[in-house]
């Protein structure tokens, strides 16, 4: 079983920046592809950000490519999303999700998903 627990969210001006960090349980974490969701209100879930296992391959929504970073430190078994020049539509409660040794970030079909933590965005 895997654990994953979100932090970092909060309220932000348009513009400005926020890290998020997830801490996952197990002993297994470089094994992990890891990914970022986010759900708005009323709207589906959606992939924001991932990293493979090895930590050597990252994907991102093209609504956050450019301004998002995406990394890991395994020494940690944390994975960050950095979010710059944020906008009003980044406003979501964000989630983490693993998927063990999933192939592309960018298919990932998570087993696993942290509690979420909410980013507001205001304009």
């Known amino acids: 079983q895997v654990q994953l627990v979100e932090s970092g969210g909060g309220l932000v001006q348009a513009g400005g920046s926020l890290r998020l960090s997830c801490a996952a349980s197990?002993?297994?974490?470089?094994?992990?592809?890891m990914g970022w969701f986010r759900q708005a209100p009323g709207k589906e879930r959606e992939f924001v950000a991932g990293?493979?296992?090895?930590?050597?391959?990252?994907y991102y929504a093209d609504s956050v490519k450019g301004r998002s970073t995406i990394s890991r430190d395994n020494a940690k078994n944390t994975v960050y999303l950095q979010m710059n020049s944020l906008k009003s539509e980044d406003t979501a409660v964000y989630y983490c999700?693993?998927?063990?040794?999933?192939?592309?970030?960018?298919?990932?079909?998570?087993?696993?998903w942290g509690q979420g933590t909410q980013v507001t965005v205001s304009s």
């Open positions: 990293i493979r296992w090895s930590g050597g391959s990252t």
């Open positions: 999700a693993a998927e063990i040794l999933a192939d592309s970030p960018a298919a990932m079909r998570p087993k696993y």
């Open positions: 197990g002993r297994t974490f470089s094994t992990y592809t």
